[in-house]
């Protein structure tokens, strides 16, 4: 068994337009995070997300009815090291009030008209290796 230490909080607000999962690693590597817990609420103009199929994920989307918003239902996900950089590894449960889409979030989900995240980093580092069998990347702990 492994333990990490002490936990500080750091909240994020998005603006419209942004990307969300980019924006989430952008702003771990602008204030030095490079292992969190993450979670989040907020809205999307458009959600991307995936299944993992053993060798990919398959993109869908899931857009708003009419003028409003796709609501964030739930995001959680952490932060991580892979390749020297902080890495984001996402889930999100997403609505438009008539589907629900549930999976890993991807890059071009837009923002709107705001996401609100908090990051629970952590004292250490995790580190992301390649697994053999799957080919996956999970945790180096």
Do not use: C
Request: proline share 4%; no cysteine; net charge neutral.
């Amino acid at each position: 068994m492994s333990f990490l230490g002490s936990v500080r909080a750091i909240a994020l607000r998005l603006s419209p337009g942004q990307d969300l999962l980019r924006s989430i690693e952008g702003a771990a590597e602008a204030r030095g995070i490079r292992t969190a817990f993450l979670m989040g609420i907020g809205g999307l103009r458009v959600g991307r997300l995936g299944v993992f199929d053993g060798k990919g994920y398959t993109p869908k989307e899931i857009r708003p009815r009419g003028e409003g918003a796709v609501e964030i239902a739930s995001l959680l996900g952490n932060i991580t090291v892979k390749d020297g950089r902080p890495f984001a590894h996402v889930h999100a449960v997403l609505s438009n009030g008539e589907e629900v889409l549930a999976g890993h979030l991807l890059e071009g989900s837009e923002v709107w008209p705001t996401a609100e995240i908090v990051f629970l980093a952590t004292q250490g580092e995790i580190g992301r290796v390649r697994d053999p069998e799957l080919g996956y990347f999970r945790w180096d702990i």
